[in-house]
């Protein structure tokens, strides 16, 4: 049995401490892996419902395309994909269950982060680093995204059949003020350029759904639908939400 609370690792980043911790839950009994950015919780294994669905979602809003489609998003030979922050991997291991996923990037701000699955002291490290398709890569994926050359640095101009991100706690609480022009319509026109015709950019959110960013991202793409996620919280009466956005790029853009 493992300690009831033990702390796996700890370093100073720009943005704040950044702690690995692992603890038997009192009320499941579940082993509970957790991610604090100073006094912020980014990620527990006790939830993970949303980041699930941000890849189910955002790859089922695909076209049926995938290996020998031949359709004009670009599909012919399997779907590329981005996704914005690894945290404890559910979201990159999702894309990866797609059996039409040809290539993934994750890009992430903590090298910590990285290190932390490439010397797998995550329970999906193994499995991530392990497949051939993915690739972890060190990067500040808003800085990346507004740029010219894109979210894979070894392919600068590279375009990708969706985008996922899940890194804030939503559009209007950013874990660093940097992050707050993305959200605008400017950043995301930024991002649309390195999205496929018919790509799809998909959004976590802890906040329920907000019709003024919605309108954003219908101002910048040919579809916006926030998607509201229900789960169980057993440290809460009925259950808890997360939002995921999806926006779909038009198909002859």
């Known amino acids: 049995m493992s300690p009831r609370f033990e702390e796996i690792d700890w370093r100073p980043t720009p943005m704040g401490d950044i702690s690995l911790r692992r603890r038997r839950d009192p009320l499941t009994g579940q082993e509970v892996y957790e991610v604090k950015l100073g006094d912020e919780f980014l990620m527990s294994s006790l939830f993970t419902a949303g980041e699930i669905e941000l890849a189910r979602l955002g790859l089922g809003a695909l076209p049926d395309g995938g290996a020998g489609s031949g359709t004009d998003t670009g599909t012919g030979a399997g779907l590329d994909v981005a996704v914005g ?112 015709p018919g790509g799809v950019f998909a959004l976590w959110s802890n906040d329920p759904p907000d019709e003024d960013f919605t309108a954003v991202l219908a101002r910048v793409f040919a579809t916006a639908e926030a998607h509201v996620v229900r789960f169980d919280n057993p440290y809460q009466p009925g259950a808890a939400a997360n939002t995921v956005y999806v926006a779909g790029k038009a198909a002859g853009a």
């Open 85 to 196: 922050g690894l945290g404890l991997g559910y979201t990159a291991r999702t894309v990866l269950e797609d059996p039409r996923v040809r290539s993934l990037v994750v890009v992430d701000a903590l090298p910590d982060v990285i290190r932390w699955h490439e010397e797998k002291l995550v329970p999906l490290g193994e499995a991530l680093v392990s497949d051939r398709r993915c690739r972890l890569v060190r990067g500040d994926f808003f800085a990346l995204a507004a740029g010219a050359e894109g979210l894979d640095p070894q392919r600068p101009g590279r375009r990708l059949h969706a985008i996922l991100l899940d890194v804030d706690h939503s559009p209007r609480h950013v874990l660093h003020p940097s992050h707050a022009p993305f959200y605008e319509e400017a950043g995301l026109r930024a991002l649309s350029g390195h999205l496929h």
